[in-house]
């Protein structure tokens, strides 16, 4: 099974709100990651989770706060989002962070940001 | 750094024939190439990986890639297109050295679409 779970699919915000996007795996995997796609365009990297700790960030704005409660959930704190923060996210897990080994998405979160 | 370049930013082939989408790479030292499907509105799909070995890599759905060094590239194939392949197909790559090397690399993408 290589299942990786996103909540919600779909999430309108105003720029004021706080919200939080809700990533889960049962692989038992050690490494996730948190991507940004906007329309059709490739995913960016935002965060690498290795071993629960974050590894990566990859110069993202403050207003994204991730956590790793655990190693197998991985949230993604939203707050005073701006318009162009509307996109797809994308969680992903990986079995190790190492370079051959396979990241496994999710379905993503559709963000608007009004 | 590495980087991913996908010709075709759309490429169009009858149901039944054979299909090809280009992917060429640049890294540094031993490359590791990936390529994923996206289906509208959903997250990415793995199809398959070259690490190392036999240059043909089989994945799922009936696709294929030959990784060929010489070209730098790593083209994924299948023998008989189906309207359900339609969809965005990512190359990746990760490799080389340096603070750069973990991450995954994308192309821009292809869109492949099948006519019936």
């Known amino acids: 099974d290589t299942e990786v779970t996103q909540t919600p699919k779909h999430l309108v915000m105003g720029m004021t709100n706080k919200k939080s996007l809700k990533c889960e795996q049962h692989?038992?995997?050690?490494?996730m990651y948190w991507y940004k796609q906007k329309a059709k365009k490739p995913p960016e990297l935002m965060f690498v989770?290795?071993?629960?700790?974050?590894?990566i960030n990859e110069s993202v704005p403050s207003r994204f706060s991730p956590e790793c409660p655990n190693s197998s959930l991985l949230n993604l704190h939203l707050h005073a989002l701006q318009p162009e923060d509307s996109a797809l996210y994308l969680c992903?897990?990986?079995?190790?962070?190492?370079?051959?080994?396979?990241?496994?998405f999710g379905p993503g979160t559709r963000l608007t940001v009004l | 750094a590495q980087s991913v370049a996908q010709p075709e930013d759309q490429v169009n082939v009858a149901e039944g024939n054979p299909l090809t989408v280009k992917c060429t790479y640049s890294v540094s030292g031993n490359p590791y190439l990936f390529w994923y499907v996206q289906y509208p509105n959903r997250g990415l799909q793995f199809l398959l990986k070259y690490i190392t070995g036999d240059n043909l890599v089989k994945g799922s759905y009936g696709f294929e890639a030959e990784f060929n060094k010489s070209q730098t590239s790593f083209h994924l194939k299948k023998p008989s297109a189906l309207v359900s392949d339609s969809a965005l197909y990512f190359c990746a790559v990760r490799g080389g050295s340096g603070a750069g090397s973990y991450q995954l690399t994308f192309g821009k993408g292809t869109k492949l679409s099948v006519i019936p």
């Open positions: 992903a897990s990986s079995q190790d962070p190492g370079l051959t080994d396979t990241q496994y």
């Open positions: 989770y290795s071993y629960e700790k974050l590894s």
């Open positions: 692989m038992g995997h050690r490494a």
